[in-house]
C-alpha cells in the first residue's frame, strides 16, 4: 500500500449507511451517494487513482479497465458473491488482488430460488395479477389450479454453498433431490441430501419436474442450457434461475414457453440485465423478478462487513480471507 495513512477506496454504489459509516471510519472512501452507476469512463477514472475499488455486478471490469489502473490499485474488493463482471486474468497480470463476499447470501437468494419454485407451481403472480386487475369472479373447484411440490423431482444444477440449501428447503417441501455438479459431492453430503447425483447433465434434464440453476457464471457454464439442452426438459417442468442470466439461453427459453414446450419459468437474472427479453414480458407462465435473490438489508449489510473486512486485513499486511480463486484456469 502507498505510505498514505488511509487508502483510497472507492465504492461505485450506495451501500447500506452503516457499512458506509464503518468505511469513512476505516478508510478514506468515495462513496456514490445518489447510486448512479459509474459509465465506463468513471470506471477508468476510479482505478487510475483508488488504493481499493468495490465494484458491484453491474460494473464491468474488463481488461480495458484493469490496464487503465494505476500502480496503487492494489484490491479489488467486490461486493458480491459472483465474479464473473471481473477478468480475473487481467487482474492477476497486474497483481491486483480480488476478493468477494461468499457464504453470507446463501439463506438468502435459497430462500429467494423456493419462492420463486412456489410461485410459479401454483401461479401466485398470476393470481395477484388477477386481483389486482378486478377481473376475479370468486372462487371456482377448476380454477387456478396450479401443480403441488410434494412427490416432484428437483434437479439442482451446481450443488455449491446456495445450491445444498436450496436442496435443505426443497427437503421440506417434499421434494426430491437430484444434482448435477462439475464433481460429485461427498457421500455425507448426498446422504443429508437424500440427494441423487447424474453425471450426465442431459439425462438429469429429461427426468426432472424441476430445474433450479444454482451454479456460477463461468466460461463453461456460459449457455449451459441451450437450446438443444432446453428442449430435453419435459413439457411440463419448469425452471428456476436465481444464478446468472448468461446461463441460460434466454431467447431459446422464451421461443420454448410461447411454444408450449415447457409449463414455466421464474426468472431473478437475465442474460442481458436490465433488458428483459420482451417475449417473457407477456408470457402468464413466467415469474419475473428483478435480480433481488440477496436484496435483504441483513444480506447487503453481511456482505458490506465483508467487504471492509477484506480491506482492513489486506491494508493490515494480512490475506483478505475472500481472495477468489479462479476457477477457470
Ligand atoms: C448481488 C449476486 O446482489 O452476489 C451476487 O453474485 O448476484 C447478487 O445477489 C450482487 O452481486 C451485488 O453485487
Redesign the pocket.
Known amino acids: 500500500m502507498p505510505d498514505r495513512k488511509k487508502p483510497l477506496v472507492i465504492v461505485t454504489r450506495k451501500l447500506p449507511d452503516v457499512i458506509e459509516t464503518r468505511m469513512m471510519e476505516l478508510f478514506t472512501p468515495r462513496l456514490n451517494l445518489d447510486d448512479t452507476p459509474y459509465t465506463t469512463l468513471q470506471l477508468a477514472d476510479a482505478v487510475s487513482v483508488a488504493d481499493v475499488l468495490v465494484p ?3 460494473d464491468r471490469i474488463d481488461a480495458q479497465i484493469i490496464a487503465a489502473a494505476g500502480p496503487q490499485l492494489r484490491l479489488i474488493a ?5 465474479y464473473d463482471h471481473i477478468d480475473l486474468d487481467a487482474a492477476r497480470a497486474r497483481g491486483i488482488l480480488v476478493t468477494n ?1 461468499p457464504g453470507v ?1 446463501t439463506d438468502d ?1 435459497a430462500d429467494m430460488t423456493m419462492a420463486l419454485i412456489l410461485s410459479v407451481a401454483r401461479r401466485l403472480a398470476e393470481g395477484e395479477r388477477l386481483i389486482r386487475s378486478g377481473r376475479w369472479a370468486g372462487w371456482g373447484p377448476t380454477t387456478m389450479l396450479g401443480h403441488r411440490l410434494g412427490g416432484k423431482r428437483l434437479g439442482i444444477i451446481g450443488l455449491g454453498r446456495i445450491g445444498q440449501a436450496v436442496a435443505r428447503r426443497a427437503r421440506g417441501f417434499g421434494l426430491a433431490v437430484h444434482y448435477h455438479n462439475r464433481r460429485r459431492r461427498h457421500p455425507e453430503i448426498e446422504e443429508e441430501l437424500e440427494a441423487t447425483y447424474w453425471d450426465s447433465l442431459d439425462q438429469m434434464l429429461s427426468r426432472m419436474d424441476i430445474i433450479s440453476v444454482n451454479c456460477p457464471h463461468t466460461p463453461a457454464t456460459y449457455h449451459l442450457l441451450s437450446a438443444r439442452r432446453l428442449a430435453l426438459l419435459q413439457r411440463h417442468a419448469i425452471l428456476i434461475n436465481t444464478s ?1 442470466g448468461e446461463v441460460v439461453d434466454e431467447a431459446a427459453l422464451a421461443r420454448m414457453l410461447v411454444a408450449g414446450d415447457l409449463a414455466g419459468a421464474g426468472l431473478d ?1 437475465y442474460e442481458h440485465e436490465p433488458a428483459v427479453d420482451p417475449t417473457l414480458l407477456g408470457l402468464d407462465s413466467v415469474v419475473l423478478l428483478p ?1 433481488m ?3 435483504t438489508i441483513e444480506g447487503r449489510i453481511d ?1 458490506g462487513e465483508r467487504v471492509i473486512v477484506n480491506i482492513k486485513s489486506f491494508v493490515d499486511g494480512h490475506s483478505p480471507p475472500d481472495r477468489v480463486i479462479d476457477t477457470t484456469s
Request: no cysteine; aromatic share 6%; proline share 0%.
Open positions: 458491484t455486478v453491474t467486490s461486493f458480491g458473491a459472483g463476499t447470501l437468494t446468472r437474472v435480480h435473490g440477496s436484496a456482505m
